[in-house]
């Protein structure tokens, strides 16, 4: 099942967000914008592996637009997606100092002889809709979630 994306529940408590695999690696992530005024919307999501039988390295999640490239690095179409790696929300001083469409890097998730299934690693999606904006739910940014997989 390699790795899965989460969203915590209730403290605690997750529920599978996305499944990623080989030929499965793109997770649609939904917004819905009112857009008149223009907001930001951010899900703190989180990573894990689902494999007892494989570890990971080289973990990189990066966001894509499967139909407007400028959807998501915040330039003609107003659109933005920004990703932080950790627990707490990040302030605004933190979410300015990020680049619009960066990657982020995970550690390993195990190690040979450890397919570590028990944590979570946490990481914030944030997307920004300009002012103006028709009313929608985005369904065309996702996550592009890439990694090595080594057998235990």
Same mark, same amino acid.
């Given at each position: 099942?390699?790795?899965?994306?989460?969203? @915590?529940?209730?403290?605690?408590?997750?529920?599978?967000?996305?499944?990623?695999?080989?030929?499965?690696?793109?997770?649609?992530?939904?917004?819905?914008?009112?857009? +008149?005024?223009? /907001?930001?919307? +951010?899900?703190?999501?989180?990573?894990?592996?689902?494999?007892?039988? /494989?570890?990971? *390295?080289?973990?990189?999640?990066?966001? +894509?637009?499967? *139909?407007?490239?400028?959807?998501?690095?915040?330039?003609?179409?107003?659109?933005?997606?920004?990703?932080?790696?950790?627990?707490?929300?990040?302030? @605004?001083? /933190?979410?300015?100092? &990020?680049?619009?469409?960066?990657? &982020?890097?995970?550690?390993?998730?195990?190690?040979?002889?450890?397919?570590?299934?028990?944590?979570?690693?946490?990481?914030?999606?944030?997307?920004?809709?300009?002012?103006?904006?028709?009313?929608?739910?985005? *369904?065309? &940014?996702?996550?592009?979630?890439?990694?090595?997989?080594?057998?235990?």
């Amino acid at each position: 099942m390699a790795l899965r994306i989460y969203r @915590e529940v209730s403290t605690g408590v997750y529920a599978v967000y996305g499944d990623y695999g080989a030929d499965d690696g793109l997770l649609p992530v939904t917004s819905t914008h009112d857009g +008149e005024l223009g /907001e930001t919307v +951010e899900l703190k999501l989180f990573l894990r592996n689902g494999n007892d039988l /494989e570890y990971y *390295t080289n973990v990189t999640v990066t966001p +894509e637009s499967l *139909t407007v490239p400028n959807d998501v690095i915040g330039t003609a179409s107003g659109w933005g997606v920004k990703l932080k790696r950790g627990q707490n929300r990040p302030t @605004e001083a /933190e979410w300015d100092a &990020i680049d619009y469409g960066a990657a &982020i890097t995970f550690p390993d998730f195990g190690s040979a002889g450890n397919p570590d299934m028990t944590t979570y690693r946490a990481f914030w999606y944030r997307v920004e809709c300009p002012a103006g904006a028709s009313a929608q739910t985005k *369904t065309n &940014i996702v996550l592009t979630v890439s990694y090595t997989g080594n057998a235990v």
